[in-house]
């Protein structure tokens, strides 16, 4: 997200890099469970991202 799509949507910016930063595809990066939140899970649904 842009950073006007984080402030728009009242989420913080932590100006670290980004996969985009690295060129890495999303296909390629997995998440364990461990540590994932629900409101992580949440948040990503919010924007139309099936986790």
Not at 11 to 18: A, E
Not at 25 to 37: I, L, P
Request: with cysteine.
């Amino acid at each position: 997200m842009s950073k006007e799509e984080l402030e728009a949507n009242n989420y913080t910016r932590y100006n670290t890099s980004t996969m985009q930063d690295y060129d890495i595809d999303a296909e390629c990066v997995g998440v364990d469970a461990v540590g994932v939140g629900v409101a992580t899970i949440n948040a990503f649904s919010d924007l139309g991202i099936t986790v």
